[in-house]
């Protein structure tokens, strides 16, 4: 049996002005976890869980670009989160 279990820092190429609904990314942490066992000679299972939470984003379109003339402002703050999860 073998464990594993790590930890990341992604920081996103989104900055600041450029962050929009189409667009949210922000930095992001990542913990995760995983194992490896060994049922029989030659077949083994593994797992892995990983979850992500991200950075708040705060996305600011006031409306006078010319790309959001039709559309209007846009003041919102976004919070997110991911799990993701294998076995094989």
Same mark, same amino acid.
């Given at each position: 049996t073998t464990l594993?279990?790590?930890y990341m820092y992604?920081?996103?190429p989104v900055k600041g002005d =450029?962050?929009?609904p189409r667009i949210p990314d922000s930095d992001r942490h990542w913990i995760?976890?995983?194992a490896s066992h060994s049922i029989i000679d030659g077949v083994t299972v593994d797992f892995g869980l990983a979850?992500? =939470?991200f950075k708040?984003?705060?996305i600011h379109?006031?409306?006078t670009a010319p790309e959001n003339q039709f559309r209007g402002s846009l003041n919102a703050g976004l919070d997110a989160s991911a799990?993701?999860?294998s076995l094989g």
């Open positions: 594993r279990a790590g992604d920081e996103s =450029f962050a929009s995760s976890v995983g979850y992500a =939470f708040h984003r705060k379109l006031d409306g799990v993701a999860a």
